[in-house]
Nanobody
Framework: VQVTESGGGSVQEGGSLELSCAAS?????MAWFRQAPGKEHEGVAQ???????NYANSVKGRFTISQDSAKHTLYLKMTNLQPGDTATYYC?????????????????WGQGTQVTVSS
């Protein structure tokens, strides 16, 4: 499975962005991660079969993950963005369904898309 992100960019604090991730095939476990300079990957949000979602505490209430299963596309709607959200955002997928935001669970990764939030 190949996954490709799009939709990153630069916004002002408080602004919104929506990321998309196109998968080459069906996957039942998909997630968004991010990596800020000098930091490790951080799990942001996950969605598994039946639309069950899982969010990092740092983004709850601000970010919304969704998917269009027919199009094999994953989305991340980000609102009230803060400078601390600045990072490269990665889409990840795996065929094994597990409620997990651990990097090691996911075998398929995109190249990343940059999100920059300025104050």
């Amino acid at each position: 499975v190949q996954v490709t992100e799009s939709g990153g960019g630069s916004v002002q604090e408080g602004g919104s962005l929506e990321l998309s991730c196109a998968a080459s095939g069906r996957t039942d476990c998909m997630a968004w991660f991010r990596q800020a300079p000098g930091k490790e990957h951080e799990g942001v949000a996950q969605i598994i079969e039946n639309g069950i979602t899982n969010y990092a505490n740092s983004v709850k209430g601000r970010f919304t993950i969704s998917q269009d299963s027919a199009k094999h596309t994953l989305y991340l709607k980000m609102t009230n963005l803060q400078p601390g959200d600045t990072a490269t955002y990665y889409c990840a997928a795996d065929s094994v369904v597990s409620l997990s935001l651990r990097v090691g669970h996911y075998n398929y990764w995109g190249q990343g898309t940059q999100v920059t939030v300025s104050s």
